[in-house]
């Protein structure tokens, strides 16, 4: 099983801000398929990137992911107050797996 | 509008089962295999399970396997997971997600068929609570 780890657990930033979240692997993942998804509470999780680097629909520019191998990154460049919210890293391999989220807080 | 809805949930004695149900609305269910995904209170998401599109392949996490079973009909646009011998630890919020692989026989009648790995469509999730 691949485990997945989000670091950090939360950061602590103000609106305008840019904010870069950190997904390792445990063994390579292929970056097709590597996906963020965001989850504020009460509510199901949404997808926001897919194939390592792809915006979903419906998904602002400001956000967008890189990285590959092992390492990946999702970046959001200037901090709305709608994205103040638990992001998690997702790998569609067998079994698939999630991080632990990172949860971005004012 | 695609959407999922997801129903059964509720509180359940340990050593108990209960039935959950998936429904879709707006794509074609039939062509996507559906993911089911809990998250236990102030925790993290937890993949629990995935059927094929056409109900013939599953599989599951350790932690549920050979107690917890999906199945489909796409006749109905439902997807199920049938939770048996049911522990303290299954206590979650549940999850279907849509695959957003189209894999089935029809994708080509689609509007806007997806081609990637991930999930893309969630139900809002229904509460199992499993408690003496």
């Known amino acids: 099983e691949i485990v997945l780890t989000q670091s950090p657990g939360t950061l602590s930033l103000s609106p305008g801000e840019g904010a870069t979240l950190s997904c390792r692997a445990s063994q390579s993942v292929s970056s097709t398929f590597l996906a963020w998804y965001q989850q504020k509470p009460g509510q199901a999780p949404r997808l926001l990137i897919y194939?390592?680097?792809s915006r979903a629909t419906g998904i602002p520019d400001r956000f967008s992911g890189t990285g590959s191998g092992t390492d990946f990154t999702l970046t959001i460049s200037r901090l709305e107050p709608e994205d103040f919210a638990v992001y998690y890293c997702?790998?569609?391999?067998?079994?698939?797996?999630f991080g632990q989220g990172t949860k971005v807080e004012i | 509008q695609v959407q999922l809805v997801e129903s059964g949930g509720g509180v359940v004695q340990p050593g108990r089962s209960l039935r959950l149900s998936c429904r879709d609305s707006g794509f074609i269910f039939s062509n996507y295999a559906v993911h089911w995904v809990r998250q236990t209170p102030g925790k993290g998401l937890e993949w629990v399970a995935v059927i094929s599109y056409d109900g013939i392949s599953h599989y599951y996490a350790d932690s549920v396997r050979g107690r917890f079973i999906t199945s489909r009909d796409n006749s109905k646009n439902t997807v199920f997971l049938q939770m048996n011998s049911l522990t303290t630890d299954d206590t979650a919020v549940y999850y279907c997600?849509?695959?957003?692989?189209?894999?089935?026989?029809?994708?080509?009648?689609?509007?806007?068929?997806?081609?990637?790995?991930?999930?893309?469509?969630w139900g809002q999730g229904t509460t199992v609570t499993v408690s003496s």
């Open positions: 194939g390592a680097s």
């Open positions: 997600a849509r695959d957003a692989y189209c894999s089935g026989p029809t994708c080509y009648e689609e509007a806007n068929p997806s081609y990637f790995y991930a999930m893309d469509v």
């Open positions: 997702q790998q569609s391999g067998s079994p698939v797996t």
